[in-house]
Nanobody, 117 residues
Framework: QVQLVESGGGLVQAGGSLRLSCAAS????????MNWFRQAPGKEREFVAAITWSGGSTYYADSVKGRFTISRNNAENKVYLQMNSLKPKDTAVYYC??????????WGQGTQVTVSS
């Protein structure tokens, strides 16, 4: 199994920045992708960004491209989401997800990000 713990959420004004962290533990050698998703009130959970655990290839939703950056530190088993130029529509609970082949994946507990206008 893989355990994930997110941190770094909070309240920020529009145009500001936040950096989310996701600490992974357990059988991390099985992870293929690490992903960030978010879920706003009354909306479905949506993909934000992904990074391959080994090679560092990155992928972004169009809505965050150019503003958010996903990165990883394999030595510390951590993944980060640097969020710049935040907008009120970025307000959501942000979830870290580990894509492990052969499983349904693993999720963290989520961290709240609130962007005020």
């Amino acid at each position: 199994q893989v355990q994930l713990v997110e941190s770094g959420g909070g309240l920020v004004q529009a145009g500001g920045s936040l950096r989310l962290s996701c600490a992974a533990s357990g059988r991390t050698f099985r992870i293929y992708y690490m992903n960030w998703f978010r879920q706003a009130p009354g909306k479905e959970r949506e993909f934000v960004a992904a990074i391959t655990w080994s090679g560092g290839s990155t992928y972004y939703a169009d809505s965050v491209k150019g503003r958010f950056t996903i990165s990883r530190n394999n030595a510390e088993n951590k993944v980060y989401l640097q969020m710049n130029s935040l907008k009120p529509k970025d307000t959501a609970v942000y979830y870290c997800n580990a894509d492990v082949p052969g499983t349904g994946g693993y999720w963290g507990q989520g961290t709240q990000v609130t962007v005020s206008s």
